[in-house]
């Protein structure tokens, strides 16, 4: 697991530094200072806002899943769940470390392994099944808009480079040998996760089902924060136009290899909301989504994590 952080955190740090110093050669020139002076702040503190409503309905997806198994927890430690599974989705291939990093916090409240890894599947269920609702609505969309089919394969194009290079650093760092351990361990609590995921599948479909609603408003909510920052430039924007050129970055950034999606959020969004702001505007607004859509929560939950690694050494 720490070999997974510092090598995701190396790549991370490589592929975001790249992504950084592309946006600012490509768009920054002396009018994005202007446009950076002439920001509405009460846009970005409403996008803020909306980040975090992003992190309630997170909060409360894993709070009633885990309460139906009789994994109690306050609802505030349920916060410090959510920023810490960002921070630890941000700094590895995949995102696979926000689903390690819930399984340490549960656990950590005295939850079986067989217990809290229904529990996480769950979450990861229910969270798919955004994508799978909006699937259909992105292909209309497509169909409706050829330029939006256009940006789609552009961002193609950015997940294959960028996994190309997650794969060429891949296959100098990691060391198949260390996964043969946690495979075996996994295998004895099968029997006991089956017997959890089944209690879910037929004794808790009511939790299943406001787990689903609570994982479509958060993924709204992510949507919604690009529209706000929009406003925050001075432009007028139909947001639920916005919303929907979106989905084809929100379906990029959630299957690429890099650790959080890193690379293909800044390049593919400034594919995605050129036609939203002005040539030297559109560098500023990336970086300003990607920091409080993401990063912010991310170095929150950094913190946050080392508070707890620190806590549970001294024990």
Not at 32 to 44: D, E
Not at 81 to 99: D, K
Not at 175 to 180: A, F, L, P, R, S
Not at 289 to 302: E, H, K, P, T
Request: proline share 2%.
């Amino acid at each position: 697991m720490r070999r997974t952080f510092l090598y995701g955190t190396i790549l991370f740090v490589l592929i975001l530094l790249f992504s950084l110093g592309f946006i600012a050669f490509k768009t920054f020139s002396k009018e994005t200072l202007s446009a950076f002076m002439s920001l509405k702040r009460r846009y970005i503190l409403a996008s803020v806002f909306v980040i975090f409503l992003y992190h309630t309905f997170d909060n409360l997806r894993l709070f009633v899943l885990s309460k139906a198994l009789g994994v109690k927890y306050s609802f505030k430690y349920g916060y410090m769940v959510s920023f810490i599974n960002t921070f630890a989705a941000t700094v590895t291939p995949a995102h696979v470390g926000g689903e390690m990093s819930s399984v340490y916090m549960l656990v950590r409240k005295g939850a079986g392994l067989h217990k809290v890894m229904s529990i996480v599947t769950m979450k990861t269920i229910t969270g798919a099944s955004f994508f799978l609702l909006m699937l259909p609505v992105t292909g209309y969309y497509l169909y409706k808009h050829p330029e939006a089919a256009v940006n789609m394969l552009k961002l193609l194009l950015i997940v294959i480079g960028i996994s190309a290079f997650v794969f060429l650093m891949g296959r100098l760092f990691v060391n198949k040998k260390g996964n043969e351990h946690l495979k075996d361990k996994l295998k004895k609590s099968l029997k006991q996760y089956v017997i959890y995921m089944k209690i879910f599948g037929y004794k808790r479909k009511k939790v299943v089902f406001l787990a689903v609603l609570f994982s479509i408003a958060l993924y709204l909510c992510f949507l919604l924060v690009a529209p706000t920052l929009i406003l925050a430039f001075g432009k007028d924007i139909d947001i639920v136009h916005s919303l929907f050129a979106q989905l084809g970055l929100l379906y990029a950034i959630f299957i690429s290899p890099s650790p959080g999606g890193s690379g293909v959020g800044e390049l593919g969004g400034l594919v995605v909301f050129a036609n939203f702001l002005n040539p030297y505007e559109i560098g500023l607004f990336v970086l300003l989504w990607r920091f409080i859509s993401q990063y912010i929560s991310a170095m929150l939950g950094g913190v946050l994590f080392l508070i707890c690694l620190w806590i549970d050494l001294r024990r």
